[in-house]
């Protein structure tokens, strides 16, 4: 009988390798299963920290958008800033300006005074030798006129005596105030302003004294100028005439001021009248607001403005002009008049008074 081979591998053998590579297997699925987990709660966590970095960057965004408004209205303060520093400067500057006009206007009006007291004195004595000598001219009126501040000589003669009344709506009152208020009220109540009568009265006054010799006109200007007397325009009109005398007055009584005022338009009636006259009497408030055509842009005028208005007007006067005596009425916020007004008169050899408020 043959012996029974003996084999390496039975089956107890493979059943042990089959079981320890069950083990092996299995351990490794638990190691892989908890890899797993560990890999998922890693992700969840990942997600959350990537969430929480999504939100700080939208917030940061939001922030970002807070910041630039807030540099683009620190850029906006710092222009506006920059803008009203600049507008404070351009008033600083003007205020000087002001300033050393008023000083200069000041001692100008020192200087115009002492030359006013002089030829007074000169005036006063030049009368009385002539009164030594002879009686006065035939058809010359002089009349000096005093209040209790000073003692003024206003010469109303010559063959053609030309007057110029302002009837511009300044002439209502004193005050820019009450100015306003009187413009806007019906003519009535205009005309009877105390201002205006008083230029009235003035009229009144220096038609009275007007030789019977002479010619006259009457010409009342605003922003243009026009005779009282209807038809009359560039002609002369006769003092011995009474009754051409009383139109005028007439329609000077019922004239209500408004609108602004034209010196240029006015001085351009010297010119319109043929023969010239040779004295002219001006009778106004102020210095003028307006050229020969009106602004294209209604508008507050300042004073620069109407001293260049003035220096315009003066400009326009013929080449030898007729003496211009100036009949220069109260008038506030308008401090260069009375100097520009006084240099009109010495420039064309008139006269020059500022009356009190009960004058004539």
């Known amino acids: ?62 922030h ?78 002089d009349v000096r006129v005093v209040d209790q501040q000073q003692l ?32 806007n009220m019906p003519p009535e109540r205009r005309i009877a302003a105390a201002k205006w009568q008083q230029a009235i009265s003035t009229v009144e006054w220096v038609a009275a004294r007007l030789p019977q010799t002479t010619q006259f006109q009457v010409y009342a200007f605003d922003t243009d100028a026009r005779p009282l007397v209807d038809g009359s325009d560039g002609r002369w009109l006769n003092v011995k005439d009474s009754g051409q005398i009383a139109l005028a007055l007439k329609a000077l009584r019922s004239t209500a001021p408004t609108r602004g005022t034209s010196l240029q338009n006015a001085f351009a009636v010297i010119s319109k009248l043929s023969p010239a006259p040779d004295n002219v009497i001006l009778i106004t408030d102020g210095l003028p607001t307006q050229g020969d055509k009106p602004p294209l842009l209604r508008r507050l005028v300042t004073a620069e403005e109407r001293e260049d208005l003035m220096k315009a007007a003066v400009k326009s006067l013929p080449s030898s002009p007729p003496p211009i005596s100036v009949v220069l009425l109260p008038m506030e916020g308008d401090p260069s008049a009375p100097i520009y007004f006084w240099r009109l008169a010495r420039l064309t050899g008139g006269g020059f008074l500022s009356p009190a408020k009960d004058w004539p």
Do not use: H
């Open 64 to 141: 970002l958008a807070e910041l630039r408004n807030a540099l683009a209205e620190t850029d906006e303060d710092k222009v506006k800033a920059a803008g009203l520093s600049r507008e404070a400067l351009e008033k600083i500057r003007l205020t000087q300006e002001e300033l050393a006009r008023y000083a200069y206007d000041t001692l100008a009006r020192r200087e115009s005074l002492e030359r006013l007291k002089a030829d007074l004195k000169s005036l006063e004595e030049g009368t009385r030798r002539l009164r030594e000598k002879a009686p006065p001219a035939s058809g010359t009126t």
């Open 152 to 183: 003024v000589t206003l010469r109303i003669a010559g063959k053609r005596v030309l007057v110029l009344v302002d009837a511009s709506a300044s002439m209502l009152d004193e005050t820019i105030v009450n100015i306003i208020r009187l413009r």
């Open 1 to 62: 009988m043959a012996r029974r081979q003996t084999q390496t591998f039975s089956m107890s053998f493979l059943d042990v390798i089959s079981c320890g590579f069950g083990a092996v297997v299995l351990f490794y699925t638990i190691i892989s299963a908890q890899s797993g987990l560990d890999r998922i709660k890693s992700s969840a966590d990942l997600s959350a920290e990537a969430r929480r970095l999504e939100q700080e960057v939208l917030e940061g965004y939001t």
